[in-house]
């Protein structure tokens, strides 16, 4: 795998490194191992599958607050997304600052989300499935979030987000929100 660091400290974009022959391809989408080497948690509680059906579906922004923080490693499985990362960490210098990744099928990347970030995308085609892997369980008093169209974030989303859950539209503004992350 290729670990490709991003702006935002400690957050990274991996590319598979896919080795082919006749009957097609086989790539590496995860060794601890590399993650360890890279300096990167490489503990894995829970696997997700978010399923998306229509483009324009946004989901997030969300993070897990302390004591159970979330490392999160998202892959698209099917179809297309935009992968949206902000830093949430209190004292950090990219604190409220934003990193986004086009992340497909086709394209095979991941993208590793430290602890302390929110994490959201919007869905760039039909039926698009995001694979998530988790290394803190969920604990849904700890479930947090920040507004996607936060104007002090200023996400440049590819496309309007068309559908979006009653929950996310009532999350709150980054500078309203609670310094838990």
Known sequence: ????????????????????????????????????????????????????????????LHYQAAPCPEVKLVRCTRGALFDVIVDLRPGSPDRGRWFGAELTAANGFALYIPAGFAHGFVTLADDTEAYYQISAFFEPELARGVRWDDPDLAIAWPIEPSVISARDRALPCLAEAPADA
């Open 1 to 60: 795998m290729i670990f490709e660091p991003t702006p935002l400290a400690g957050a990274f974009l991996l590319q598979p490194v896919p080795h082919h022959d006749e009957r097609g391809f086989f790539a590496r989408s995860y060794c601890r191992r590399e993650f360890e080497e890279h300096g990167l948690n490489p503990d894995i509680a829970q696997c997700s599958i978010s399923h998306n059906r229509l483009r324009g579906t946004l989901r997030g």
